[in-house]
């Protein structure tokens, strides 16, 4: 569906829109949502249930291939939409950092 010109434009909105909804607090995902523009969507994952089963399970070898799907997935949607994170939380960091932006 990216492919249809100029949609791609609108998935930093629907992230912003969608992604409380998807990352619920029940389910064990704690974040900060940052205010930025409608082509923007910025935000920190405090505390991650992948993170937490895998610890628990003492696995967390695995745990890191969520992240690595995620960069695989959102870092190549298109040319103009970038995909940046610099911290995750599997690999030691406090916060996993998103980053969606045109």
């Known amino acids: ?5 100029g949609l791609y434009r609108i998935v930093p909105r ?9 990352f619920r607090e029940d389910a064990g ?3 900060h949502f940052y205010e930025v523009n409608k082509d923007e969507v910025k935000f920190d994952m405090t505390s991650c249930p992948y993170h937490q089963l895998c610890k628990e399970l003492d696995c967390l070898e695995i745990a890191s291939t969520f992240c690595d799907t995620d960069d695989i997935c959102y870092g190549n949607m298109r040319p103009k939409l970038i995909w940046k994170r610099t911290k995750t ?6 916060v996993c950092d ?3 932006y045109i």
């Open 1 to 5: 569906m990216l492919k249809v010109p």
């Open 29 to 31: 995902f704690r974040y």
């Open 89 to 94: 939380i599997v690999r030691g960091d406090d």
């Open 14 to 22: 629907l992230w912003n829109t969608f992604a409380p909804k998807l």
């Open 98 to 100: 998103f980053n969606l």
